[in-house]
Structures are given as structure tokens and as C-alpha cells.
């Protein structure tokens, strides 16, 4: 169901409030175990603990989390997944919110190893006109659920790793009931997620020029069709298993990159 275009923008708004605030306290909570547990073994409790304040610290923000459990062994590889609520500037699309995965590793965790926490950033951008039009004009109720919407496009640029040249310009992803308008950002540096058209609202001109992504979703299993300025389909979308530890794949990987900053 639609809303008011001021409603969406005072979700984003909000969501930017209480992922602040909620990341305040996480870091605090992350500070006191490490103090408490100074000299301590750290348990298996302490452990979950852990990660769980670590997927809850984005909030609103926050796409999903993942475990892969370790064979014979109650240690993990954890993902969380989720839209990073700081923003950064740039020259030609303004303020950008980027993907991010992190990676926790319970084993190294234990041993206090440096690498326990690991952050990526995605060359997968948002503005704020993105989710300003997909919270309004798809009935989402927050930052996150537009990032599950998106998500099928991030996991195929990461677990294919899509080299950035072989996007067009301009990519639409057609979906059933919308397109998501993206544009391949400066110096093939990722790509950024604009606008969101809906199908039921668009003119004869739109219709036309994406019917050919429309048709092959009613006749074919997939969710979303690449297509170019011109209406040309550029790919099938394959679907992926929901829930997999995109880090598995970042060697060598386009589309991530090790912020060391922001462990």
C-alpha cells in the first residue's frame, strides 16, 4: 500500500534517529563485555551474546543476519547484512548510503584475535530519493525491507562478480510490479540505486520500452530482469539461496572491499 511522500521521508528520518542511538548503546554494551572479560575466557554465551549485539546495532537499517555453524562444534561464521546509515558525499549523486557486510568469527573471537570482526563495504549505492520512493510508492516500512528488495540485485554482482563494464549506463531492473532505476556510477566505481518506477502507474512510452523484461517474468521463475536505456535485455537474473555468507566469495571480488576502519 502507497503512502504520503512526507511519511516516507520522516520514516528515513527516523530510522536515521534510532539507528544512531542504537548504535551508541551497542558500542557501549561491545566495551563493557570487553572490560568484564579482561583476562577471562570468554564462553559460548558470551560468544552469541556478542554477535547478537553486534546484527542488532543497525536497527532499521538491517537486512539480515546469517550463520554457517562450524562441523563438530558450536563455533560460527556470522554475516550480518545491512544498509550503513552514515552517509558519504560525492561530487555527482550527493549523499549515498552504501551496502555493508560484516563478518564475525566466533573461534577468532575467543582468542581475542584482531580479525575476529571483519567489515566490508559494497560498491552498492542508495540516495535518499531511493528510499524516499520505494517506502512511498511500495508500502515498505523501512530502510531494511528496501534492502531486501534490492538484495537479489547485490547477490548477484557479488556471488557472480559482475565485472562494473559489463553493466549498462543506465541499468533498469524490472520487476513484477516495479523497475528500480540505477545508474553505473563515475569511473565504474559500483553503482547506485536512484528511483523506483511502479507498473501500474507508468505511461504507454514506459510500458513499451520495459514490456519485454514484464513478459519474460510472467512466462519464467526469476525476480528480476536487467535491462538497458533502450530496452534491450541485457540479463536474466538467476535465484539464489536466501541465506549465504557473501564474504565466501570477496577474494578478488569487484563489488567488496575491507574497511579497516570500522571494526
Known amino acids: 500500500m502507497a503512502v504520503h511522500e ?31 572479560k579482561r583476562g577471562k575466557k570468554l564462553t559460548r554465551s558470551d560468544t552469541n551474546g556478542f554477535f547478537q549485539l553486534i546484527a542488532d546495532m543497525f536497527g532499521d537499517y538491517s537486512i539480515e543476519q546469517y550463520i554457517k555453524n ?30 555493508i557486510v560484516e563478518q564475525f568469527n566466533s573461534r577468532r573471537f575467543v582468542k581475542c584475535h584482531s580479525e575476529a570482526r571483519l567489515w566490508y563495504v559494497c560498491y552498492v549505492f542508495f540516495q535518499e530519493h531511493f528510499f524516499i520512493r520505494a517506502i512511498q510508492r511500495l508500502g515498505l516500512k523501512s530502510v531494511g525491507d528496501v534492502g531486501k528488495k534490492v538484495y537479489p540485485i547485490m547477490q548477484w554482482l557479488i556471488l ?7 553493466l549498462p549506463e543506465n541499468p533498469y531492473f524490472v520487476m513484477k510490479e516495479c523497475v528500480l532505476v540505477a545508474h553505473r556510477a563515475s569511473h565504474n566505481q559500483g553503482i547506485v540505486f536512484k528511483t523506483v ?57 569487484n563489488w567488496l572491499q575491507k574497511d579497516l576502519q570500522n571494526r
Open 197 to 253: 518506477l511502479m507498473r501500474d502507474f507508468m505511461n504507454d512510452e514506459q510500458l513499451n520500452l520495459y514490456k519485454r523484461g514484464f513478459d519474460i517474468l510472467e512466462k519464467e521463475s526469476l525476480e528480476v530482469v536487467m535491462m538497458d536505456e533502450v530496452g534491450s535485455v541485457v540479463r536474466k537474473l538467476p535465484i539464489f539461496e536466501p541465506k549465504q555468507l557473501l564474504l565466501e566469495h570477496s577474494l578478488n571480488n
Open 6 to 36: 512526507s511519511i516516507a521521508t520522516a520514516s528515513i528520518k527516523g530510522a536515521i534517529r534510532r539507528s544512531e542511538f542504537r548504535y551508541e548503546e551497542a558500542k557501549e554494551a561491545i566495551e563493557k563485555i570487553y572490560l568484564s
Open 70 to 99: 562450524k562441523k563438530n562444534s558450536w563455533h560460527f561464521l556470522g554475516e550480518i547484512h545491512t544498509i550503513g546509515f552514515s552517509t558519504i558525499d560525492t561530487e555527482h549523486y550527493g549523499k549515498l548510503n552504501h551496502f
Open 160 to 166: 557472480e562478480n559482475i565485472p562494473f563494464k559489463h
